[in-house]
């Protein structure tokens, strides 16, 4: 009877702690100080009040009610921080993995640098399946800019995709 009771629990808080194990540990802890901030009344869930709060704190003051319950509708139940977590999680979840990434982009570097010529990653994106347009090329270099020889450290590139951020050095 225990385990059943305990997977209720799980599934009724909005999921199970496997969610943690999705993240690297800066990441979860990023998450905890982001989902800290937007919980403004401290009480351990995200309500369409907090949301009013932080986007006010943010200048945003005219936010339409139906907005904020869209919001807050995306969850499946009240917003604890595994719920928020799960959401994060879900979001991320059609990016593929960092590895997978690299191995795409390695082929196109046969000498194994890291890098890849801007011009010729430009001709790709811009000529090849989806194509990029001059907007999003500038985007992109904006970005991740090319060194002065003109190389584009994809690795970079494929941490960002998969974690949202630049490496600290």
């Given at each position: 009877?225990?385990?059943?009771?305990?997977?209720?629990?799980?599934?009724?808080?909005?999921?199970?702690?496997?969610?943690?194990?999705?993240?690297?540990?800066?990441?979860?802890?990023?998450?905890?100080?982001?989902?800290?901030?937007?919980?403004?009344n401290?009480?351990?869930?995200?309500?369409k009040e907090?949301?009013?709060?932080?986007?006010?704190?943010?200048?945003?003051?005219?936010?339409?009610?139906?907005?904020?319950?869209?919001?807050?509708?995306?969850?499946?139940?009240?917003?604890?921080?595994?719920?928020?977590?799960?959401?994060?999680?879900?979001?991320?979840?059609?990016?593929?993995?960092?590895?997978?990434?690299?191995?795409?982009?390695k082929?196109?570097?046969?000498?194994?640098?890291?890098a890849?010529?801007?011009?010729?990653?430009?001709?790709?994106?811009?000529?090849?399946?989806?194509?990029?347009?001059a907007?999003?090329?500038?985007n992109?270099?904006?970005?991740?800019?090319?060194?002065?020889?003109?190389?584009?450290?994809?690795?970079?590139?494929?941490?960002?995709?998969?974690?949202?951020?630049?490496k600290?050095?």
């Amino acid at each position: 009877m225990a385990p059943k009771k305990a997977k209720r629990r799980q599934q009724a808080e909005g999921g199970s702690s496997n969610v943690f194990s999705m993240f690297e540990q800066s990441q979860i802890q990023e998450y905890k100080e982001a989902f800290t901030i937007i919980d403004q009344n401290r009480d351990g869930i995200i309500s369409k009040e907090d949301l009013r709060d932080v986007l006010a704190s943010m200048g945003q003051l005219n936010v339409k009610n139906e907005e904020l319950e869209a919001m807050v509708k995306e969850a499946s139940g009240p917003i604890n921080f595994t719920v928020f977590l799960t959401m994060f999680g879900e979001k991320l979840k059609g990016a593929d993995p960092e590895d997978v990434i690299v191995s795409a982009f390695k082929v196109l570097d046969p000498e194994g640098t890291g890098a890849i010529k801007k011009q010729f990653l430009e001709e790709l994106l811009t000529t090849q399946c989806d194509r990029f347009s001059a907007e999003e090329m500038k985007n992109l270099w904006a970005a991740f800019p090319p060194d002065v020889a003109g190389n584009v450290d994809y690795k970079n590139i494929c941490y960002v995709i998969t974690h949202g951020e630049e490496k600290e050095e």
